[in-house]
């Protein structure tokens, strides 16, 4: 009769545990990937003379990819996917990320970005720059969330 009874508390004890679980607002994440960094800075760049690719790759590698405060780096030229709304006009793609601004502007500081601007903006035809911030801010609300940072899938 004590094990019912004991049993019994602690079955009560322990689903009052889910009594305070609160139902997320708005999209719900089934998988979300891991972020790269918090900061994103991309760089689109067309060139005057496409043959420089190569060159400007092998640069950007070597110089910019290896700025320590630089988190995440990645660079190439477009890729063909035959899809319309896919943008075509930049020879060469940069992505780098920050774990903060102040590693960002320790970066666009840094002699080795600088070095690779002086290079290579003269031979620019084009360039397009964004930063990004991944906030992950937005999700506090959730509950009950598998770790990281989430996204919304739906988006891109």
Same mark, same amino acid.
């Given at each position: 009769m004590k094990l019912i009874i004991t049993?019994?508390?602690m079955c009560c004890v322990l689903m009052t545990g889910c009594w305070g679980y609160q139902v997320p607002k708005g999209p719900?994440?089934?998988? +979300?990937?891991p972020a790269p960094a918090l900061i994103g800075h991309i760089v689109f760049v067309?060139?005057?003379?496409?043959?420089? $690719?190569i060159w400007i790759r092998r640069s950007a590698d070597s110089l910019l990819g290896t700025i320590?405060?630089? +988190?995440?780096y990645a660079a190439g030229g477009h890729l063909d996917t035959g899809r319309d709304?896919?943008?075509?006009? $930049?020879?060469?793609?940069i992505y780098l990320? @920050? +774990?903060?601004?102040?590693?960002?502007?320790a970066y666009v500081?840094?002699?080795?970005? %600088?070095a690779f601007v002086e290079k290579w903006k003269p031979k620019l035809k084009s360039l397009r720059v964004y930063d990004m911030l991944d906030e992950p801010a937005v999700y506090r609300g959730l509950r009950c969330?598998?770790?990281?940072?989430?996204? @919304?899938?739906? %988006? @891109?």
């Open positions: 049993l019994s508390l719900t994440v089934v998988r +979300a990937a067309e060139l005057e003379n496409p043959d420089d $690719y320590p405060s630089v +988190a995440t709304s896919v943008r075509t006009d $930049y020879d060469l793609a990320g @920050f +774990a903060s601004q102040e590693d960002l502007a500081a840094h002699e080795q970005h %600088i969330s598998i770790g990281g940072r989430k996204k @919304f899938l739906g %988006i @891109f």
